[in-house]
């Protein structure tokens, strides 16, 4: 027995799975249920702590100290000088 379920996606992600869905003839409840199906039993298998939200919401605070930093930069530390030269 089948549930219809009801939810709202972002334009890119219908996008996306509608152009998948084309592409490999796959139907879209059927990759909707695949999806989730994975997710679900990742979320099972994964330890919380490391699972990273592919979004991430800022604050308004956060957002303006962002731009800032794209704004100008901070120099490199010693740390990252190190890691970016494989020490």
């Given at each position: 027995?089948?549930?219809?379920?009801s939810a709202y996606i972002s334009d890119e992600t219908k996008a996306t799975m509608?152009?998948?869905?084309?592409?490999?003839?796959?139907?879209?409840?059927?990759?909707?249920?695949?999806?989730?199906?994975?997710?679900?039993?990742?979320?099972?298998?994964?330890?919380?702590?490391?699972?990273?939200?592919t979004k991430i919401v800022l604050t308004d605070e956060s957002f303006q100290k962002?731009?800032?930093?794209?704004?100008?930069?901070?120099?490199?530390?010693?740390?990252?000088?190190?890691?970016?030269?494989?020490?």
């Amino acid at each position: 027995m089948s549930t219809q379920v009801s939810a709202y996606i972002s334009d890119e992600t219908k996008a996306t799975m509608e152009h998948y869905s084309a592409a490999y003839g796959v139907k879209k409840g059927y990759l909707i249920e695949n999806a989730l199906d994975h997710y679900l039993q990742a979320l099972h298998e994964i330890p919380e702590e490391f699972i990273i939200p592919t979004k991430i919401v800022l604050t308004d605070e956060s957002f303006q100290k962002v731009l800032d930093m794209i704004d100008n930069p901070p120099e490199p530390t010693d740390a990252l000088k190190a890691l970016m030269r494989g020490d």
